[in-house]
């Protein structure tokens, strides 16, 4: 059974960190593109980082960029997402998905070109 969960995620300051992780189930993170993507309250979701599994390059929302990171850990068969500095306006649930194809090469991180999906972690960041 594929499968994919999210942990993590917390309550956090503004100007803290966290870092997020993807653990699989049933195939190999490696294998496939990994993205992260959130939904504010009242927001629509949006995709905020992309791994290729073909050049293992990062792909990052210009709203994240410089500040959060996405890595693999292969013998975990686990995705991290570093997240820095964060914001107030990062209050939100925390998505994985995975894509058999590179979905990263897609602009905008189309959620439509990723099959799995993880439940999600709730992060909060708030004095």
């Known amino acids: 059974q594929v499968q994919l969960v999210e942990s993590g995620g917390g309550l956090v300051q503004p100007g803290g960190s966290l870092r997020l992780s993807c653990a699989a189930s049933?195939?190999?993170?490696?294998?496939?593109?990994i993205g992260w993507f959130r939904q504010a309250p009242g927001k629509e979701r949006e995709g905020i980082a992309c791994?290729?599994?073909?050049?293992?390059?990062?792909y990052y929302n210009d709203s994240v960029k410089g500040r959060f990171a996405i890595f693999r850990d292969n013998a975990g068969n686990l995705v991290y997402l570093r997240m820095n500095n964060l914001r107030p306006e990062a209050t939100a649930v925390y998505y994985c998905?995975?894509?058999?194809?590179?979905?990263?090469?897609?602009?905008?991180?189309?959620?439509?070109?990723?099959?799995?999906w993880g439940q999600g972690t709730q992060v909060t960041v708030s004095s």
């Open positions: 998905a995975a894509a058999t194809l590179d979905a990263c090469f897609y602009t905008g991180f189309p959620e439509a070109e990723y099959g799995s």
């Open positions: 049933g195939f190999l993170l490696n294998a496939n593109a």
């Open positions: 791994l290729s599994n073909t050049n293992n390059s990062a």
